[in-house]
C-alpha cells in the first residue's frame, strides 16, 4: 500500500525555535492534512491542503503543499511548550474518496 | 466542527474475554465511520470502514471474525474486539467522515488485555 514517511522521526527543541517537519508518499496525493495528536487522545487537524503548490496559516502553523504532490511541508513558528505531541500527515490515496493513509509521524519535544 | 464521543476511554479485559468500543457522532448524521487502531509509537492504522446500514468494509489483514463492527444507526458505530489476547492491547480511534474530507476523531479508546 501507499506510505507516507514523515521526518524527522522525533526532535528536540528549545522553546521560542521553529520546527520545519515533512512528510513524503512514493505516490500523488490530491489532499494534505497534518494533525496533531496529544497523548493519549484521537488526533486533531490543524491545517488542510487541497492544491498543489497552497500553502495555508493556522496561527504559528503553516503548511504547504509540494509542487510535485508527492510532500507536504509543516512549519512551526516561535515554539511554546504545548506545541508538544506527535504530529502526523494524512491523506487519501489517490483513487480512495475516503479512506486516510497516515503517515509515520513526527514526535516533537518543547524545552524550556 | 462535528463532536465524536467514544467510550470507554480505558479497558482492561481478561484473555478471552470480549469487549465493546462505542463511537457516538453526536451532532451528525455519519454514513460512514472508520476504526483505526495504534500500537504504542506507531502510526495509527486503519482497521475498518463502517457503513451506516450495511456490512464493514475490512482493511487486509484485519480479521473480521475477530473485530466487530456494527453501525445500525446514524449516530452509532460499535467496535467489538472477541476473544481478546494480550496481542489486541491498543489503543483504537474512531473517526466519522463528514463533508469530503472532514475527518473528526474521537478521543480514543486504550485496551489493555491481560
Same mark, same amino acid.
Given at each position: 500500500?501507499?506510505?507516507? /514517511? !514523515?521526518?524527522?522521526?522525533?526532535?528536540?527543541?528549545?522553546?521560542?525555535?521553529?520546527?520545519?517537519? /515533512?512528510? @513524503?508518499?512514493?505516490?500523488?496525493?490530491?489532499?494534505?492534512?497534518?494533525?496533531? !495528536?496529544?497523548?493519549?487522545?484521537?488526533?486533531?487537524?490543524?491545517?488542510?491542503?487541497?492544491?498543489?503548490?497552497?500553502?495555508?496559516? /493556522?496561527?504559528?502553523?503553516?503548511? !504547504?503543499?509540494?509542487?510535485?504532490?508527492?510532500?507536504?511541508? =509543516? /512549519?512551526?513558528?516561535?515554539?511554546?511548550?504545548?506545541?508538544?505531541?506527535?504530529?502526523?500527515?494524512?491523506?487519501?490515496?489517490?483513487?480512495?474518496?475516503?479512506? =486516510?493513509?497516515?503517515?509515520?509521524? @513526527?514526535?516533537?519535544?518543547? @524545552?524550556? | 466542527? *462535528?463532536?465524536? +464521543?467514544?467510550?470507554? +476511554?480505558?479497558?482492561?479485559?481478561?484473555?478471552?474475554?470480549?469487549?465493546?468500543?462505542?463511537?457516538?457522532? #453526536?451532532?451528525?448524521?455519519?454514513?460512514?465511520? &472508520?476504526?483505526?487502531?495504534? &500500537?504504542?509509537?506507531?502510526?495509527?492504522? #486503519?482497521? *475498518?470502514?463502517? $457503513?451506516?446500514?450495511?456490512? *464493514?468494509?475490512?482493511?487486509?489483514?484485519?480479521?473480521?471474525?475477530?473485530?466487530?463492527? $456494527?453501525?445500525?444507526?446514524?449516530?452509532?458505530?460499535?467496535?467489538?474486539?472477541? +476473544? *481478546?489476547?494480550?496481542?489486541?492491547? +491498543? &489503543?483504537?480511534?474512531?473517526?466519522?467522515?463528514?463533508?469530503?474530507?472532514?475527518?473528526?476523531?474521537?478521543?480514543?479508546?486504550?485496551?489493555?488485555?491481560?
Amino acid at each position: 500500500g501507499q506510505q507516507l /514517511n !514523515q521526518s524527522p522521526q522525533s526532535m528536540f527543541i528549545q522553546e521560542g525555535e521553529d520546527v520545519s517537519m /515533512n512528510c @513524503t508518499s512514493s505516490s500523488i496525493f490530491n489532499t494534505w492534512l497534518w494533525y496533531k !495528536q496529544d497523548p493519549g487522545e484521537g488526533p486533531v487537524l490543524l491545517i488542510a491542503l487541497y492544491k498543489a503548490g497552497e500553502l495555508t496559516s /493556522n496561527g504559528r502553523l503553516t503548511a !504547504q503543499f509540494g509542487i510535485t504532490r508527492k510532500d507536504s511541508f =509543516l /512549519n512551526i513558528s516561535a515554539s511554546i511548550p504545548s506545541d508538544v505531541g506527535i504530529y502526523f500527515c494524512a491523506g487519501p490515496p489517490n483513487g480512495t474518496a475516503s479512506k =486516510l493513509t497516515f503517515g509515520t509521524g @513526527t514526535r516533537l519535544q518543547v @524545552t524550556l | 466542527g *462535528a463532536v465524536v +464521543s467514544q467510550h470507554p +476511554s480505558r479497558v482492561i479485559c481478561k484473555s478471552g474475554t470480549s469487549v465493546k468500543i462505542e463511537c457516538r457522532s #453526536l451532532d451528525f448524521q455519519a454514513t460512514t465511520m &472508520f476504526w483505526y487502531r495504534q &500500537f504504542p509509537k506507531q502510526s495509527l492504522m #486503519l482497521m *475498518a470502514t463502517s $457503513n451506516e446500514g450495511s456490512k *464493514a468494509t475490512y482493511e487486509q489483514g484485519v480479521e473480521k471474525d475477530k473485530f466487530l463492527i $456494527n453501525h445500525a444507526s446514524l449516530t452509532l458505530s460499535t467496535l467489538t474486539v472477541t +476473544s *481478546a489476547h494480550p496481542e489486541d492491547s +491498543s &489503543f483504537y480511534i474512531c473517526s466519522i467522515l463528514h463533508g469530503r474530507y472532514g475527518y473528526t476523531f474521537g478521543s480514543g479508546t486504550r485496551l489493555t488485555v491481560v
